[in-house]
């Protein structure tokens, strides 16, 4: 049995249709360099009306803070979408055929990134499963946290070792349309070999009303939760200039949201009766993404925010204390 959700698209005569949104994300961590990769393929509107659209998003934090990637945009009629698999010319994500492995495929040299990826999942079963209302409609998110990634990934012309690399899943889908005012926070940290952290809420646009936050910690194959009122995820410090923004087009028609009001540095406290820790992440840089809706006006901001982190924690009555990476999303 697959360990990998399927996506959920609307079915012929659903009134709620045009608002559909679906997408597989899959990230790698790579402490050594300090560099975070996003391979994102997403699905906005009906699949069966022509504005539909289908996008896809390859990017890696360089070391000099700069990001090297791109975005692939296509109709549906010029997609493959499967149950569990999104295939666009230069960009793909798929659930192996026998379940037990996600395979991701990036072939955009001009952009100075090319992939050819598997991740096998560490966990026996997905670390968190929910749906929650969601601007005029609702969202859902299943993850997979925990995943061991081989394969082959080259970033600016350089080869990067992968050797069984950490990396992160998840799908989310669900109905509402971009520019609506929700947005969320969303975070997932890599510490020494065998902690990953997991974070989420969702807010408005201005992140002044924010709901019950979610997060979960997994030290090597165990699961830690916590309950919103465990939980404390606060930001500092100056904020974070955007160096890269996809695609070219819609930053041009946005440039008042060149530079976002991001959070340079973000700590996340929990606190349990079996487990309590402090994870304090560093921005080292930001790129944004941004999403126009292509059923009615409106767009989105997904800031994604990629630097090394500290964690001071105590786990069943033992202290440890670990360095690492990661990614924050600061959704407007």
Known sequence: MTRFDTLRPPVIGDPTAAAYKDWFHLNIFLPESGRVVLINLSLHGAPWDSRARVVGVALASAADGDWIGGVEVAAFANSTVETQAIFLSTLSIAVTRDGSALHARVDRPEDGFEADLVAHPLLPAAGLDLTAEFGSGWIGWSAVPVLSISGSLKIDGEEIALNDA???HDHNWGRWFWGEDVAWEWGAWVLGDDI????ARGTDKAHFNRQPPHVFLVQDRRVYGFTPNQIALSYQGAPTRTVRRLPGSLAAIYPDRRSPDLPQTVTLRADSPIARFELEFETGTAAQLLLSDP????AGFINELAGRCKLVAT?????????????FEYVE
């Open 196 to 199: 990953t952290i997991v974070a």
């Open 315 to 327: 786990l069943d009555q033992g202290l440890l204390r670990a360095e690492g990476v990661g990614v």
């Open 295 to 298: 059923m009615r006006p409106g």
């Open 166 to 168: 950490r990396g992160y």
